[in-house]
């Protein structure tokens, strides 16, 4: 015989397996996300990806063989910094949307969040269902 919230109940496992293919999504968006950079008078183009990780070095040009090393280290430096800002950006971008009120998608990835302090300790529910659970499970196993 079917419970009194057995379509609740159903409709809350629904709501989490699409919140589930969700974050599949936005796991695979983020692993696709890069950014690239290129360097005033084109010395130096990087391309990096979500993590900020170098997927890419090129030297579009020749003007980097007129620059001195530590001026062509500077632009390199710049310009990974600038393709990094520009990848977090992106992340932000997709993130956005998903995190709750308050969180911010840099102290997300700078592991500046508590997952604890963000996410409740019980799954939302209807109030009824969350009554049912509470007292008419418990009270039925302890019965």
């Given at each position: 015989?079917?419970?009194?919230?057995?379509?609740?109940?159903e409709d809350l496992l629904a709501q989490y397996r699409r919140q589930r293919d969700e974050a599949a999504?936005?796991?695979?968006?983020i692993n696709e996300t890069t950014a690239t950079v290129t360097a005033p008078r084109q010395t130096v183009k990087v391309t990096v990806g979500a993590?900020?990780?170098?997927?890419?070095?090129?030297?579009p040009t020749g003007a980097y063989r007129r620059m001195a090393p530590r001026e062509l280290a500077e632009v390199l430096?710049?310009?990974?910094?600038?393709a990094r800002a520009e990848a977090l950006r992106s992340v932000a971008g997709v993130l956005a949307d998903g995190l709750p009120?308050?969180?911010?998608?840099?102290?997300l990835l700078q592991g500046r969040v508590d997952p604890?302090?963000?996410?409740?300790?019980?799954?939302?529910?209807p109030d009824p269902v969350r009554d049912y659970v509470d007292h008419g499970l418990r009270g039925e196993n302890h019965e």
């Open positions: 015989m079917p419970g009194p919230y057995d379509q609740q109940i999504e936005t796991r695979r968006r993590q900020g990780e170098v997927t890419a070095l090129e030297f430096l710049t310009t990974l910094q600038q009120p308050g969180v911010t998608v840099p102290d604890a302090a963000v996410l409740p300790e019980d799954p939302a529910m």
